[in-house]
């Protein structure tokens, strides 16, 4: 795969702050092409040259963050059972820590909400496989209504995160996550 010019990427960070930032004040159907272009410093022709509309960005951000996403839990997938979560949930805090504004905009109250849903599916297919073979959960009711407590419990601890200022290092995180894990689980044994 052919890698960017460095002066795309940085045209492309420049788009993607200036709609988070406009995210975090007002909902996507409410931003525009010339407010990203304005805020970004480019032209709006040089938008068209990457994205068709706004909907076309969001979502092509979306993608790659789910491929990054998917790329680190593929890193970290336990063997034999005798892998922690700990590794994994430190990766996954210092990509959010990483991305955070555009986390914030992504997860905020001008989100969307398409997008938690679907990173919950994620969580569920390829992280909680995970946790299930760790803490050797049999019981596939009692794991759904874990899963799903988990999950958005999760959710908002890393929303409370980054919209806290993250104060508290991605290993700090990793380490509340990790216990509030294993010891939630302890109560399916």
Same mark, same amino acid.
């Given at each position: ?16 702050? @200036? ?33 068709? #509309? ?16 998917? =790329? ?7 063997? #034999?059972?005798?892998? =922690? ?12 820590? =990483? ?11 001008? +989100?969307? @909400? ?38 958005? +419990? ?10 806290? +200022? ?5 290993? =700090? ?11 939630? @689980?302890?109560?399916?044994?």
């Amino acid at each position: 795969m052919p890698t960017e010019d460095r002066r795309v990427r940085k045209t492309k960070k420049a788009m993607t702050k @200036a709609l988070a930032q406009l995210l975090l004040e007002k909902p996507l159907a409410s931003i525009s092409v010339r407010e990203i272009a304005e805020l970004a410093d480019i032209n709006r022709g040089t938008f068209y040259l990457h994205y068709h #509309d706004v909907y076309d960005m969001v979502e092509k951000l979306q993608n790659e963050i789910f491929d990054q996403f998917n =790329e680190i839990v593929d890193r970290y997938e336990p063997r #034999d059972g005798t892998d =922690e979560l700990f590794p994994l949930l430190v990766a996954q805090f210092q990509f959010l820590s =990483e991305n955070a504004e555009l986390a914030k905009a992504l997860i905020g109250k001008n +989100g969307d @909400a398409a997008f938690v849903d679907k990173l919950k599916v994620i969580i569920r297919e390829k992280c909680f496989v995970n946790v299930k073979k760790i803490l050797k959960i049999k019981n596939e009711c009692e794991f759904d209504y874990f899963y799903h407590f988990i999950v958005s +419990g999760c959710i908002g601890i890393c929303s409370a995160w980054l919209f806290g +200022g993250r104060k508290e290092s991605p290993a =700090e995180m990793a380490a509340l996550i990790e216990n509030l894990i294993v010891n939630g @689980a302890a109560v399916l044994k």
